[in-house]
């Protein structure tokens, strides 16, 4: 099965100007997860979509950042202004709901300047 | 909230020799510990993973052992390889839970084989 597809793989933008990053999770995969990794740590949990509904944003800055998951499939995230510490690795990953463990995809690098 | 800690930051073993990472957690109720192996440019994989009826698991080379009274875990791996050189990331969560299945992660080791 192909797994998580994100795109672009690498994004580099000037500050206070928008960006978006898309996932396509694995068929199935109702669970879909946004996470943060910034150089040298562990990911970070932004967002958790259960089909369409955003069940935890709790860590998501929403000043700035927005996600949506049309039809409970693709979700894209979404940074308006960017700022110099928004520079990271973001993360998707989907699960099933009665299977331990999620799949990452291999994550857009973001570098503002 | 959940926290994990991992320790150490980097490790360095001979091609050959046993590695061993360890990693403590703070939520009692946590049931699941996934490790993922993360290597340059790419997304965290996991490796292997224990839940809390178990206290040990092993799939060939990796071994992961949990103490739930200490809420310790840690991971083994024999034999070590260059192909084992990466990033191995701990993690923690209460699976099941519809409102808490959120893995939280450790701050990372990077074990680095050396020939």
């Known amino acids: 099965e192909a797994g998580v597809v994100q795109s672009p793989r690498y994004k580099i933008i000037e500050k206070k100007q928008p960006v978006a990053f898309w996932c396509n999770p694995i068929s199935g995969h109702n669970t879909l997860y946004w996470y943060r990794q910034n150089l040298g740590q562990g990911p970070e949990l932004l967002i958790r979509?259960?089909?369409?509904?955003?069940?935890?944003d709790s860590q998501l800055p929403k000043d700035r950042f927005s996600a949506e998951r049309l039809k409970g499939v693709d979700s894209t995230l979404k940074i308006q202004p960017a700022e110099l510490g928004d520079s990271a690795v973001y993360l998707c990953?989907?699960?099933?709901?009665?299977?331990?463990?999620?799949?990452f995809g291999s994550g857009t690098r973001l570098t503002v300047v | 909230g959940e926290n994990v800690e991992q320790h150490p930051s980097t490790l360095s073993v001979q091609e050959g020799d046993s590695a061993v990472i360890k990693c403590t957690y703070s939520?009692?109720?946590?049931?699941?510990f996934p490790w993922y192996k993360q290597e340059l440019g790419k997304g965290p994989q996991l490796i292997i993973d224990i839940r809390s009826n178990v206290g040990e698991k092993k799939d060939q080379r990796i071994a992961v052992t949990l103490n739930k009274t200490a809420k310790h875990f840690s991971l083994h791996i024999t034999e070590t390889q260059p192909e084992d050189s990466a990033v191995y990331f701990c993690?923690?969560?209460?699976?099941?839970?519809?409102?808490?299945?959120?893995?939280?992660f450790g701050s990372g080791t990077r074990l680095s084989i050396r020939p």
């Open positions: 939520d009692s109720a946590s049931n699941y």
């Open positions: 979509y259960e089909n369409e509904e955003a069940v935890d």
């Open positions: 990953a989907s699960s099933l709901p009665d299977r331990y463990g999620y799949t």
């Open positions: 993690a923690a969560c209460r699976w099941g839970y519809s409102s808490a299945s959120k893995i939280i």
